[in-house]
């Protein structure tokens, strides 16, 4: 049971571009999380998604950045017109639908954004 | 809001000791904590989960303990190894709103031989 994948691994990026990274929850998660790590800062929240359904977007700027999991295929958080605010990791967490106190998120290794 | 801190921000120990890591959440309404670990440049690695009904739990040289009452957990690690360097992360889970992470700044350790 292979774990939470994401790619790519790094991405570089010149001001301006669009940045698509994905992420494929492990087999049997249907929740998916995206969190960002800035430079020298902590983890935190940006999009909460179920299958076809965004669940919790409070984290997400308003602007340039959107996130999406298809009935098919992997989630997918897209920024536009990148800026170089926007280096940092990102990093994508499943979970199962059970959402009881057991319930346990499984990180992937994260999307390196450079900005240049 | 939730506000999740753990001290001390960064600890360098000699091989060999027993460390203690400290988590403190602010709102004890959570539905479980998880301790992670990342590497520099690597994603995380989830290490223990307490769930909100208990009160610790174990997994080779690692101990969590959860005392939500007190919005604190502590992280024993015994007979620190140089391995043991990392980034230590803890979270909790809320148990209301939405099932997201809220993620403490973590403490950096390093032990070295």
């Known amino acids: 049971n292979a774990g939470v994948m994401q790619n790519p691994r790094h991405l570089v990026r010149r001001r301006g571009q669009e940045a698509r990274l994905r992420c494929s929850p492990m087999?049997?998660?249907?929740?998916v999380y995206w969190y960002r790590q800035l430079p020298e800062e902590g983890l935190k929240f940006m999009v909460y998604?179920?299958?076809?359904?965004?669940?919790?977007e409070s984290g997400m700027p308003k602007e340039r950045f959107s996130a999406e999991f298809p009935k098919e295929g992997p989630s997918i958080l897209r920024i536009q017109q990148v800026v170089r605010g926007d280096s940092a990791a990102y990093f994508c967490?499943?979970?199962?639908?059970?959402?009881?106190?057991?319930?346990?998120?499984?990180f992937g290794q994260g999307t390196r954004l450079t900005v240049v | 809001k939730q506000e999740v801190t753990q001290i001390p921000a960064a600890l360098s120990v000699p091989e060999g000791e027993n460390l203690v890591l400290n988590c403190s959440f602010t709102?004890?309404?959570?539905?479980?904590l998880q301790w992670f670990r990342q590497d520099p440049g690597k994603g995380l690695t989830s290490l223990l989960l307490?769930?909100?009904?208990?009160r610790e739990q174990t997994s080779g040289r690692l101990n969590a303990s959860l005392d939500k009452s007190s919005g604190r957990s502590t992280l024993y690690i015994a007979a620190s190894q140089p391995g043991d360097s990392a980034t230590y992360l803890c979270?909790?889970?809320?148990?209301?709103?939405?099932?997201?992470?809220?993620f403490g700044t973590g403490t950096r350790l390093q032990v070295f031989p």
């Open positions: 307490i769930q909100s009904s208990q």
């Open positions: 709102d004890s309404a959570i539905y479980n």
């Open positions: 967490a499943s979970s199962p639908e059970d959402q009881g106190a057991g319930t346990e998120a499984f």
């Open positions: 998604l179920q299958k076809e359904n965004i669940i919790d």
């Open positions: 979270a909790v889970r809320q148990s209301y709103n939405t099932d997201k992470l809220i």
């Open positions: 087999k049997g998660h249907s929740h």
